[in-house]
């Protein structure tokens, strides 16, 4: 629960780590478990995520400011939609560097709840400052976790990361498929329920 | 004669599955499939969801998006077409309060979008390859759903194991579902 006197610090910190979307609410598992194949493939899909969150944050929290009102789901569902085709115009080369089902990923954050999670939820009752850190705080922690996934995953089923040579030979290639994405999020699901439970 | 469609549809049944072969599990299928009966009612609705969904994004892809070359702007065409199939399917199912109460479970239509997005990335180029790639897509929804529900039915009560319990026992189940979809795709191959 959102307690009005929490800092932009800890608005942040508590999205980063104890209310990460992806270990703890789960709205983003679909990214952890499809969209973390390559290290960079995590990193442009993290990085959107990021994107979104801020600029529907910022669009909820001014409008909550200026009129008193929040913004309907639909009206920032279509703006965001927008957005992510005008920004696909500019990153075709990126699309083709990354996996085949990044293309597919990057449109279904127009539906995600992931993206629309904190500004339908806090961002239209509070400043824009404070609203900006909550969505940073929700970004990051989930680009962090991508990140986290896609490193082992990558280190596991290429036997290699960024360019540089960890292993000679592929140790686990299973890593490289879908079945990968599912253990690797489900053993940090795994680490952070018991992490949880022994505070 | 036969084969196009026969293939089709075994595209859609095993390739195309987005709850399990991509990985693009919705946070309501996980919240669904802890029971039998919810599992089976909200994957008659998803089936439904992604049937009509991919038939009215097929027809806009075909009739809108190719003829008038504005490929850039088919995901804003397709997320408009989401408040309206949201408003046909409530007063579609009003007669069905039991897959009525499902709906909101349909959170922006996660799914839809997804079976969508997955049939548009290869259009089949005719209607009756289309509606039967959504039938395969759509079956094979259902029939993973209520697996996974049975799975996660007997994971939770024979691992005593708490940090199992929720996503990490959906993920297990699904994991499963994966090794055995793709064992019946390299046998169909």
Do not use: C
Not at chain 2, 77 to 98: D, E, F, S, Y
């Amino acid at each position: 629960m959102r307690l009005p006197s929490e800092s932009k610090q800890q608005l942040f910190l508590k999205n980063l780590w104890s209310e990460n979307p992806v270990t703890f609410s789960g709205l983003g598992i679909f990214l952890a478990v499809a969209g973390t194949a390559t290290l960079g493939q995590a990193f442009f899909l993290g990085g959107m995520v990021l994107l979104l969150l801020l600029f529907n944050s910022l669009v909820s929290s001014a409008v909550g400011e200026l009129f008193q009102i929040r913004v309907p789901l639909w009206p920032q569902v279509i703006l965001t939609s927008l957005m992510l085709s005008i920004l696909s115009l500019f990153l075709s080369g990126a699309f083709s560097a990354l996996p085949d089902n990044t293309r597919i990923l990057y449109a279904l954050l127009a539906a995600s709840p992931l993206v629309y999670s904190r500004s339908q939820l806090l961002s239209y009752n509070t400043t824009v400052d404070r609203a900006l850190f909550d969505a940073a705080g929700t970004g990051v922690g989930t680009l962090f976790v991508l990140l986290f996934i896609a490193l082992v995953r990558q280190v596991a089923g290429q036997g290699s990361l960024a360019g540089l040579t960890v292993f000679p030979f592929s140790p686990w290639p299973l890593f490289n498929t879908t079945l990968g994405g599912i253990i690797m999020t489900g053993t940090m699901l795994v680490i952070f329920n018991l992490a949880r439970g022994k505070k | 004669m036969t084969a196009p469609y026969a293939i089709s549809f075994l595209t859609g049944l095993l390739a195309l599955n987005p709850v399990i072969n991509l990985g693009l599990i919705p946070t309501a299928v996980q919240g669904a499939s802890r029971s039998h009966r919810q599992a089976f009612f909200y994957g008659l609705l998803g089936t439904l969801t992604m049937m009509l969904y991919g038939l009215l994004s097929w027809l806009l892809h075909f009739y809108l998006i190719v003829p008038l070359r504005i490929a850039a702007f088919e995901l804003p065409l397709l997320m408009l077409l989401m408040p309206g199939l949201n408003w046909a399917l409530t007063v579609m199912l009003k007669p069905w309060p039991r897959l009525e109460q499902n709906l909101p479970l349909f959170y922006l239509n996660f799914l839809a979008l997804a079976s969508a997005l997955l049939l548009l990335q290869s259009p089949p180029a005719s209607f009756g390859l289309m509606t039967l790639t959504l039938l395969g897509m759509s079956a094979s929804f259902l029939v993973s759903l209520i697996l996974i529900s049975h799975l996660r039915a007997r994971l939770e009560t024979a691992l005593f194991l708490k940090p199992l319990k929720g996503w990490p026992t959906f993920l297990l189940a699904s994991g499963i579902l994966w090794i055995a979809f793709q064992g019946l795709l390299m046998m169909v191959k």
